[in-house]
């Protein structure tokens, strides 16, 4: 009998949480990360888990409000396992508005929000006050939705390693053989792989760039979404603030860029003002061609599969990601929505 059943490449927050979900089902799992555990995106400094707008819906958005409400018993979960805390905290965003035409606008979707989540959680406008943690708004009102939630990217990614070691999973760092099958969730580089080895463009990475600030936020202080900038509080005393996107990835280093990103913010929560640079993170964000995540088996390599793409959004998808990869690599069993499988991005 083989000392491994599955053997899953990548130690980002995909290869992760599908290690955890599948050593839960009784899998012999081997986690093998070339660097380091969060080398790519997942260890980004950000960790905002939000839901897409409450209109035009789609599979991606039943998937990924589905990940959501799963989040909370996920993170959990881990946190009992591993005895460390994730910083998950579902305490909700509070987005501000630009005029009275982005107030309509949201008002219209409370009414999808109340149909779409089914009684899951809110979605209000409501009067800004422009005091404490709350960010200004230009129309006047915010949006505040109770279904976002917050976790840190490198405290998470921790946890969930020592999870897996308490669980009887092998965790490498370097190189080791693959046993059994084998669950490639590794990032830019693996889009790169991917499409070297199809002969045709499937993905790649975007850089983004974030920072951290020291400013101890109220405990339960939700997200904030101002200027389009994610502003996200941490349980350790920091607020992380993000991101670029940019399409030049031939410099991986931070770079002025941040200090635009921190003046915004600033304008935006004034309280932030003063309040000094702890951290500055630059990585590759890997997105399939698709736009949404790539699963499914790796085409023509049999015992293959890939969990990839998770670009901005990867460590929201992440519990469902994990639950629907396990069934089709244990079963058989096929729930990749439409949209989300590799042929979509071929």
């Given at each position: 009998?083989a000392?491994?059943?599955?053997?899953?490449?990548?130690?980002g927050?995909?290869?992760?949480?599908?290690?955890?979900?599948?050593?839960?089902?009784g899998?012999?799992v081997?986690?093998?990360e070339t660097?380091?555990?969060?080398?790519?995106?997942?260890?980004?400094?950000?960790?905002?888990?939000?839901?897409?707008?409450?209109?035009?819906w789609?599979?991606?958005?039943?998937?990924?409000?589905?990940?959501?409400?799963?989040?909370?018993?996920?993170?959990?979960?881990?946190?009992r396992?591993?005895?460390?805390?994730?910083?998950?905290v579902?305490?909700?965003?509070?987005?501000?508005?630009?005029?009275?035409?982005?107030?309509?606008?949201?008002?219209?979707?409370?009414?999808?929000?109340?149909?779409?989540?089914?009684?899951?959680a809110?979605?209000?406008?409501?009067?800004?006050?422009?005091?404490?943690?709350?960010?200004?708004?230009?129309?006047?009102?915010?949006v505040?939705?109770?279904?976002s939630a917050?976790?840190?990217p490198?405290?998470?990614?921790r946890?969930?390693?020592?999870?897996?070691q308490?669980?009887?999973?092998?965790?490498?760092?370097?190189?080791?053989?693959?046993?059994?099958?084998?669950?490639?969730?590794?990032?830019?580089?693996?889009?790169?792989?991917l499409?070297d080895?199809?002969?045709?463009?499937?993905?790649?990475?975007?850089?983004?760039?974030?920072?951290?600030l020291?400013?101890?936020?109220?405990?339960?202080?939700?997200?904030?979404?101002?200027?389009?900038?994610?502003?996200?509080?941490?349980p350790?005393?920091?607020v992380?603030?993000?991101?670029?996107?940019?399409?030049?990835v031939?410099?991986?280093?931070?770079?002025h860029?941040?200090?635009a990103?921190?003046?915004?913010?600033?304008?935006?929560l004034?309280?932030?003002?003063?309040?000094?640079?702890?951290?500055?993170?630059?990585?590759?964000r890997?997105?399939a061609?698709?736009?949404?995540?790539?699963?499914?088996?790796?085409?023509?390599?049999p015992?293959?599969?890939?969990?990839?793409?998770?670009?901005?959004?990867g460590?929201?998808?992440?519990?469902?990601?994990?639950e629907?990869?396990?069934?089709?690599?244990l079963?058989?069993?096929?729930?990749?929505?439409p949209?989300?499988?590799?042929?979509?991005?071929?």
């Open positions: 009998m000392s491994v059943d599955v053997t899953v490449r990548g130690g927050i995909f290869g992760l949480a599908c290690a955890w979900v599948l050593a839960g089902r899998a012999k081997r986690l093998i660097r380091a555990i969060g080398a790519g995106s997942s260890g980004g400094l950000v960790g905002a888990l939000s839901p897409h707008v409450p209109e035009q789609n599979p991606k958005k039943q998937f990924q409000l589905e990940s959501l409400l799963m989040a909370a018993a996920f993170w959990g979960g881990v946190s396992a591993s005895g460390l805390p994730t910083g998950y579902r305490s909700g965003r509070l987005q501000a508005l630009a005029d009275a035409a982005a107030v309509a606008k949201a008002a219209e979707r409370a009414e999808g929000a109340r149909v779409l989540w089914r009684g899951a809110e979605w209000q406008v409501q009067p800004a006050t422009g005091a404490g943690w709350e960010p200004l708004s230009p129309g006047g009102y915010l505040r939705d109770t279904l917050r976790l840190h490198r405290l998470a990614a946890a969930l390693v020592a999870a897996l308490g669980a009887g999973a092998e965790v490498v760092i370097g190189d080791a053989p693959d046993e059994g099958l084998v669950l490639h969730a590794t990032g830019a580089a693996g889009l790169a792989a499409s080895d199809l002969g045709l463009h499937v993905g790649g990475g975007l850089k983004g760039q974030a920072l951290a020291r400013f101890a936020a109220p405990p339960d202080a939700p997200q904030l979404y101002a200027d389009g900038l994610h502003i996200v509080p941490h350790d005393g920091t992380a603030i993000g991101s670029t996107s940019e399409r030049d031939t410099d991986l280093a931070t770079d860029q941040l200090d990103l921190h003046a915004r913010a600033v304008a935006a004034p309280c932030l003002a003063g309040a000094p640079v702890i951290d500055r993170w630059a990585g590759l890997p997105r061609r698709s736009r949404a995540p790539m699963l499914g088996a790796w085409p023509g390599r015992g293959h599969f890939i969990a990839n793409g998770g670009f901005k959004i460590f929201g998808m992440a519990p469902k990601v994990a629907v990869m396990a069934d089709l690599i079963t058989g069993q096929d729930a990749i929505p949209g989300f499988r590799v042929e979509d991005s071929l």
